[in-house]
């Protein structure tokens, strides 16, 4: 009789477990909201901050500055996401080779992001090889939220339309080699 009631308790935790809703999905309330005052980050000559981003890959890592006087409430946003881990184990879910890699989507489809909006800061960073710059929707200038693009070349046609916010600055040779799905281990902010 024990032996029934055990496999009966099994099959219910077997069942119960699951069917129990388990997501990997990363809402607005994980991402800290702790103030990123980045006109108190040094910038070069060139506008990029001494402060540095490392992409952390199974292919290696990608180091990246910010132009926080360009972007200044992107940059802002983009330190708390990564400053809450909110990248981590996300995937490049869109590769396009002699265009973009893009991640920041915790669906993995091209339509998530951290549920917070970020206001369009479009300004004159012409799009280079490394060029980082926020996604959004083409018809609202205003959807940038999470999902961010490097640019694997140079893209003229979309200068002055999306928010530029960064560029990488070692690990160029390891954009080419990202490929669709593969995941971000980490991305670090380096003061």
């Given at each position: 009789?024990?032996?029934?009631?055990?496999?009966?308790?099994?099959?219910?935790?077997?069942?119960?477990?699951?069917?129990?809703?388990?997501?990997?999905?990363?809402?607005?309330?994980?991402?800290?909201?702790?103030?990123?005052?980045?006109?108190?980050?040094?910038?070069?000559?060139?506008?990029?901050?001494?402060?540095?981003?490392?992409?952390?890959?199974?292919?290696?890592?990608?180091?990246?500055?910010?132009?926080?006087?360009?972007?200044?409430?992107?940059?802002?946003?983009?330190?708390?996401?990564?400053?809450?881990?909110?990248?981590?184990?996300?995937?490049?879910?869109?590769?396009?080779?002699?265009?973009?890699?893009?991640?920041?989507?915790?669906?993995?489809?091209?339509?998530?992001?951290?549920?917070?909006?970020?206001?369009?800061?479009?300004?004159?960073?012409?799009?280079?090889?490394?060029?980082?710059?926020?996604?959004?929707?083409?018809?609202?200038?205003?959807?940038a939220d999470s999902q961010f693009y490097?640019?694997?070349?140079?893209?003229?046609?979309?200068?002055?339309?999306?928010?530029?916010?960064?560029?990488?600055?070692?690990?160029?040779?390891?954009?080419?080699?990202?490929?669709?799905d593969d995941k971000i281990i980490s991305?670090?902010?380096?003061?």
């Amino acid at each position: 009789m024990t032996i029934v009631k055990l496999v009966r308790i099994s099959l219910f935790l077997f069942i119960f477990i699951g069917c129990t809703k388990h997501t990997d999905t990363k809402t607005q309330e994980e991402v800290s909201d702790k103030k990123v005052d980045v006109f108190k980050i040094n910038v070069d000559r060139t506008g990029l901050s001494e402060s540095e981003g490392i992409i952390k890959t199974s292919h290696g890592n990608i180091t990246f500055k910010f132009y926080p006087k360009k972007a200044p409430n992107t940059v802002a946003r983009m330190i708390q996401l990564i400053q809450s881990g909110f990248y981590d184990g996300l995937s490049f879910h869109r590769v396009i080779p002699n265009f973009v890699i893009q991640t920041g989507d915790p669906t993995a489809t091209g339509s998530g992001g951290s549920g917070k909006k970020i206001q369009a800061e479009f300004n004159n960073i012409s799009h280079v090889t490394g060029t980082m710059a926020m996604a959004r929707t083409l018809t609202d200038e205003n959807s940038a939220d999470s999902q961010f693009y490097i640019a694997l070349t140079a893209l003229p046609h979309l200068d002055n339309k999306y928010t530029v916010f960064g560029q990488v600055v070692d690990g160029l040779d390891i954009l080419k080699k990202v490929k669709k799905d593969d995941k971000i281990i980490s991305i670090e902010y380096i003061e």
